[in-house]
T-cell receptor, first 112, second 117 residues
Framework: EPEVTQTPSHQVTQMGQEVILRCVPI?????FYWYRQILGQKVEFLVS????????KSEIFDDQFSVERPDGSNFTLKIRSTKLEDSAMYFC??????????FGPGTRLTVL | AQKITQTQPGMFVQEKEAVTLDCTYD???????LFWYKQPSSGEMIFLIY??????QNATEGRYSLNFQKARKSANLVISASQLGDSAMYFC??????????????FGKGTKLTVNP
């Protein structure tokens, strides 16, 4: 069964450093998303991406965040200068037209 | 205002019994979708079941069924014949807007289900 994959599973970084979280969506999906979940809290939408551009973003997704689909298969989330409060589980999801999103296993980001 | 409300922070159920996890939602959009996801302790989000606002029948997927009461704006998840492996966090989520497009999901705070042997 096709699945969304994410790497790394756990990333530890120093405050102020840049991180790139990587996702490989399901191959025939057209819609891509990033969500985050701070420990013990609910899952929050960050950004959606369709047709090589951002279609919607939340207030969390400020100028420190960017997304890219560099090669037609990977979908990346970059945080330019990490802050302590960026520590969370980051989920990538992809969806086909009109169907529920499938989530990846997540990347746990720890900012020290 | 909360768009998705899950009022049960924690629920306990005996193995082999059925359990209902509550979810109410708030939207003025006539077209929306409701989802349930399971999050075990390992952290991944597992899609369980989906209900569209125009679906006439309640969704079912194996041991999972969604008790959709549109007038009450509730979309409760029913798990029949609970198993130990059902112990996890359960999140209700809503997608507003027409099918297709890049509608985001809005999640509730979750319910932690514990299945006792």
């Amino acid at each position: 069964e096709p699945e969304v994959t994410q790497t790394p599973s756990h990333q530890v970084t120093q405050m102020g450093q840049e991180v790139i979280l990587r996702c490989v969506p399901i191959s025939n999906h057209l819609y891509f998303y990033w969500y985050r979940q701070i420990l013990g809290q609910k899952v929050e939408f960050l950004v959606s991406f369709y047709n090589n551009e951002i279609s919607e973003k939340s207030e969390i997704f400020d100028d420190q965040f960017s997304v890219e689909r560099p090669d037609g298969s990977n979908f990346t989330l970059k945080i330019r200068s990490t802050k302590l409060e960026d520590s969370a589980m980051y989920f990538c999801a992809s969806a086909a037209e009109g169907l529920p999103g499938f989530f990846g296993p997540g990347t746990r980001l720890t900012v020290l | 205002a909360q768009k998705i409300t899950q009022t049960q922070p924690g629920m306990f159920v005996q193995e082999k019994e059925a359990v209902t996890l509550d979810c109410t939602y708030d939207t003025s959009d006539p077209s929306y979708g409701l989802f349930w996801y399971k999050q075990p302790s390992s952290g991944e989000m597992i899609f369980l079941i989906y209900q569209g606002s125009y679906d006439q029948q309640n969704a079912t997927e194996g041991r999972y069924s969604l008790n959709f009461q549109k007038a009450r704006k509730s979309a409760n998840l029913v798990i029949s014949a609970s198993q130990l492996g059902d112990s996890a966090m359960y999140f209700c989520a809503m997608r507003e807007g027409t099918q297709g497009g890049s509608e985001k999901l809005v999640f509730g705070k979750g319910t932690k289900l514990t299945v006792n042997p």
